[in-house]
Nanobody, 124 residues
Framework: QVQLVESGGGLVQAGDSLRLSCTLS????????MAWFRQPPGKEREFVAG????????DYADSVKGRFTISRDNAKNTVYLQMHSLKPEDTADYFC?????????????????WGQGTQVTVSS
């Protein structure tokens, strides 16, 4: 069965950078379109970034464009989220998601597999 395991979260200060990683096991990684979502305290889960199978196209939420970069290494079965210029409003639990369709899906319902999440806290 497919499993996603995130890592890399932590407590940082505003303006700092952080890189999250998510490794997929149990199936062929390159068959999956990958995404990152986040869930701020007391709020709903929201789309952050997604990347298609071959890594040739990515999509971002407006709130992170220009600051976050999603990438993938199909040889390592891993997707990354590089976060720069972090803000207190970026504080959330970050989740990795996957589905076998061709396009990045912004909806939680369209993503079939989820990691357990990693916490990112940005202090002001």
């Amino acid at each position: 069965q497919v499993q996603l395991v995130e890592s890399g979260g932590g407590l940082v200060q505003a303006g700092d950078s952080l890189r999250l990683s998510c490794t997929l096991s149990g199936d062929t990684f390159w068959l999956y379109t990958m995404a990152w979502f986040r869930q701020p305290p007391g709020k709903e889960r929201e789309f952050v970034a997604g990347i298609v199978r071959g890594g040739t196209s990515a999509d971002y939420a407006d709130s992170v464009k220009g600051r976050f970069t999603i990438s993938r290494d199909n040889a390592k079965n891993t997707v990354y989220l590089q976060m720069h210029s972090l803000k207190p409003e970026d504080t959330a639990d970050y989740f990795c998601a996957a589905h076998r369709g061709l396009n990045v899906q912004h909806s939680t319902y369209e993503n079939d597999y989820w990691g357990q999440g990693t916490q990112v806290t940005v202090s002001s």
